[in-house]
Every structure is written in structure tokens, then in C-alpha cells.
């Protein structure tokens, strides 16, 4: 197996060209684009734009310790891990992040926390780490896994629709004939507009009113969503990049009236969705709703001749298991499986500590100067 590439700063000619390579290349995730490295910047994060080696880009991020020095580093859903990593048996993937860990601790960087989307069927990737020193981690983003409809080159809708439950179509078809509206924000990918209707309204208030449905859902089932103007700035910027679709289910008798919204990421070969909510009560007066804006979701992959349509995840800490009779997401696991999808188990976040006095001091010290803050 071949020594890894010592990893370097992009050049401006690779940074030009950052996020056609770290996001809409297969593997890619949104998290890795220079629009998410510029929200993090502003809040008090330190982007670093690294190559690996010629073709593979990591963007990490930086937190520095206060008083003492030095610094821990993420790299959000990376480093990118493309489909010949797999084939490779994932132990190069693992051993450019481990090439990538060598580098920083150069900088000053205490510790390093991937959670690169690896499949943990490759067993080697989450095996290689290990003896490289990393070791698990508790998940970063909400979910490690997700739930996955696979769109095959050539698929169509006719094809995709026919492995739903029956009950899942009929959802459909009973908001079809209500006339719901789907409004599509969107500054890229297919034009649909046999799906889709023209937005009403501006970007932000659309946004606005998703955010407060969210806020509503999130009371409903017990998360907490905020800070509600981060969230809302990150998800303006990447509208305008064309890395995020936001559709908006209208009463077809108020079309001022929001029954529903669904957030999605473009990147690699999929769309990825990220957030639903609807107002108390549509699923008793306007029972498919949801089924509706993830259909139009499926039909807009199909279209943008994506690989994966990727419903979320449904899983929990501590343990991330997927979801059995009894678990609060038991309900959402069943409703996104009834779409045809199954569950993708993900290796999962890892880190590696390579300075662990500076590491633990440096904890403290950041708690020490929350505190202070508040």
C-alpha cells in the first residue's frame, strides 16, 4: 500500500475551484464547502483549506483553547471519502486522515475529530483508524446514520413510486387531489416545473416561518432548535451557492398559509434532507402532506439524476441503534421506510488525541472561559 501524500495548504487556483471538489463531487458534503467554512468563521471558528493530496480536499476547522494555547480541530463530514476509497478497502481513506492528523499536530492542533460519511460495511476504514489511534466518539451532528432510498441510473418515477407502501401512495395521491402547492426555493439543479410552483414569498421570510414550524415540532418531540438567526443565515447563504432546496407545502385555499416545509442539501450524488416541520394539526386535516414534499423530493433526485435520495436520520444518542418497537422514532423510522428506503449504517465520529495534557488543560480552560462569558 502506498505512503499517503504529505497534506498542504490549497492553492488559490484549488480554492477557486473548493466546491466543485468538496461538494459536488461524489463523497461530498455541503459541511466541506466554503460557503459553511465562511458561517463558522463568524462564529469564532478557524478555517483551514487543506489538501490531502492532488484530488483530496479537506476543509478543517479550528477552535482555539483559551489562555493556553493551541487548538482542537473537525473535519465536518470529512475528509471526503469518494467510491474507489471503498473499493480500496477504505484503509488509504483512513490513512490520509491519519496523514491529515500528523500535519496539524505541526500547528499546535491538540486533537482531531473526523466523522467522514464511510459506510460501516467497510470494515477495514473504522478497523484502520483504530490502529492508527483514533478511537469513537460520540456523534457531532445529530444523526450518524441514515435511512436511504437508492435511485438506479435510469430509474423513473413510475419505478420509485411502485416500491412505497400502499398506504404511503395513497397519502399522496389524496394531497394531489387537495391541490396542495409545493413551492420549490431553489438556485440550481432540474427546473421541474411540472412538480413545482414559484415561491410567494422572499427567501428569508420563508425561512422565517420555517423556522418558528420548527421551533413548534422541536416542543412537540422533545429537541431544541437554535440559535434560530445562525441557523437562518447559514440556510440564505447556501440557497444563493445552489447547495440547499427548501420546498414549502401550501393550502391550496390560502396560499399565505404554510402546511409544511422540507430542508435539503445538494452535494455529491444525492439530496440529503436536513429538516421537516409542520404546524400542529395538518396531519389530522392534510394527512399527506409530508408523504407529498418527500415524494417531490424523490421525483426532484430522479430528475438531478442523483444516485441516493437520503431521507435523514432517525437515530439517538447515546447508542444510535436503530429505531424498534417503543423508540420515540419509531414513527418516523416507519414512515420514511414506507418510501421504499432502507437503513445505512455509517461508521461513525472518531478522534484522535495527539497531545493529551494540552488536550485536557485546554478543556478546562474553554470551560473555564464559558463561564467567565456568560
Known sequence: ????????????????????????????????????????????????????????PALVLLRSF???????????????????????????????????????????????????????????????????????????????????????????????????????????????????VIERYDTGGAVAHDLFERPSGTPRDAFEAFATLLEGTGERRGFRFGPRDVFIDWWLAALEAGMLVYLDARDPNDRS??????????????????????????????????????????????REGCDEMDLGGVDTGPDHAEPGEGHPMAGLYEHKRSFGARWLAMTGAHERVMRPSRYSIGRVAARLDRAISR
Request: charged content about 25%; cysteine-free.
Open 257 to 302: 398559509r404554510s402546511l409544511g416545509g422540507l430542508i435539503l442539501y445538494r452535494h455529491g450524488t444525492r439530496l440529503s434532507t436536513v429538516h421537516s416541520a409542520d404546524p400542529p394539526g395538518v396531519r389530522e386535516t392534510h394527512p399527506g402532506v409530508m408523504h407529498l414534499l418527500r415524494w417531490r423530493a424523490i421525483q426532484l433526485a430522479i
Open 1 to 56: 500500500m502506498t505512503a499517503p501524500s504529505r497534506p498542504r495548504e490549497a492553492t488559490e487556483q484549488e480554492l477557486a475551484d473548493w466546491d466543485h471538489r468538496a461538494v459536488r463531487s461524489p463523497g461530498g458534503h455541503v459541511y466541506q464547502s466554503t460557503v459553511w467554512a465562511a458561517q463558522r468563521g463568524r462564529l469564532g471558528w478557524q478555517p483551514r483549506f487543506v489538501m490531502l493530496d492532488d484530488e483530496h
Open 66 to 180: 483559551p489562555i493556553v494555547g493551541g487548538s482542537s480541530a473537525y473535519v465536518p463530514r470529512g475528509p471526503i471519502v469518494d467510491g474507489g476509497d471503498v473499493r480500496d478497502g477504505g484503509q488509504v481513506a483512513a490513512d490520509r486522515v491519519n496523514a491529515l492528523a500528523n500535519w496539524l499536530v505541526e500547528a499546535g492542533v491538540a486533537v482531531v475529530a473526523t466523522d467522514a460519511e464511510v459506510p460501516a460495511s467497510d470494515v477495514a476504514y473504522g478497523t484502520r483508524l483504530r490502529r492508527l489511534g483514533f478511537h469513537p466518539i460520540a456523534e457531532i451532528q445529530p444523526s450518524r446514520h441514515r435511512v436511504s432510498v437508492s435511485l438506479a441510473e435510469g430509474t423513473d418515477d413510475e419505478a420509485v413510486r411502485a416500491t412505497f407502501t400502499k398506504s404511503t401512495r395513497q397519502r399522496i395521491a389524496g394531497a394531489e387531489r387537495d391541490g396542495v
